[in-house]
């Protein structure tokens, strides 16, 4: 007990938190400029995060990271939620090519080290992650530090096509983006409409289950002194 106490035992577990700060991770390639959603999904996506963001409690901080072959930190934590809004307006497509969710998750994950409440991002994009951080170090990192990831696939079922581009048809990998979610305690959301993207993010904002830490250490040094008094009380009597 006393060794599990000095290396500062700890649980995790998936429980109630009425409070969160999130990250959000919205796909900024090429490909969310697919005109399965009026006017492209890149656009739709904004909307309806900014509508998210509406309906949080003001005790709730908010970071914003865009992505596409890297990762770029838009707006840092804060609870000025004005300011968050802002950068969404502001996001537009990347030049930069393919897709690397990977880093976005570790980019997200480093932004809420510092949070003290359930740590939470959600993921929107079309599932090509096509380069970057493998998915695998990301979801272990993230699990690391108790980050729970909600993630939205972002396409129509027929898929959707780029400007100039009608023959490239781009669908959605929802394969690796139920991975990510499963892995981590989260869920998936597949938005196949503007009124079914809106719908995901207010259940979202409705959930009130996060990744809780416990640290173990007084509870395994109480347990320590009172097995040693037992052992001196035995040994005098």
Not at 7 to 17: D, L
Not at 152 to 168: D, F, K, Q, R
Request: proline content about 1%; glycine content about 6%.
């Amino acid at each position: 007990f006393i060794i599990f106490a000095i290396t500062g035992t700890t649980i995790v577990y998936s429980g109630r938190s009425s409070n969160f700060d999130y990250v959000l991770a919205i796909d900024a390639s090429s490909s969310m400029a697919a005109k399965d959603f009026d006017p492209n999904r890149l656009v739709a996506a904004k909307i309806a995060a900014i509508e998210f963001i509406d309906s949080l409690s003001s005790k709730s901080k908010i970071g914003l990271v865009s992505f596409t072959g890297t990762s770029f930190v838009e707006q840092d934590m804060t609870d000025e939620l004005s300011k968050v809004k802002t950068a969404i307006r502001d996001m537009d497509l990347k030049s930069l090519g393919g897709t690397d969710m990977g880093g976005a998750i570790v980019t997200s994950t480093n932004m809420l080290l510092s949070s003290n409440l359930a740590r939470v991002i959600i993921l929107l994009t079309d599932g090509q992650s096509n380069t970057g951080i493998p998915i695998e170090e990301a979801i272990k990192y993230a699990n690391e530090n108790n980050v729970l990831i909600y993630t939205i696939g972002i396409a129509t079922e027929e898929g959707g096509v780029l400007p100039g581009l009608e023959e490239a048809l781009l669908k959605l990998d929802e394969d690796t983006l139920k991975f990510i979610a499963e892995s981590t305690d989260g869920q998936y959301f597949k938005a196949a409409d503007e009124e079914s993207l809106r719908e995901v993010y207010s259940r979202i904002s409705s959930y009130n289950i996060g990744r809780i830490s416990t640290n173990l250490s007084l509870l395994f040094m109480l347990s320590a002194f009172i097995l040693l008094f037992i052992e001196w009380l035995l040994s005098n009597t």
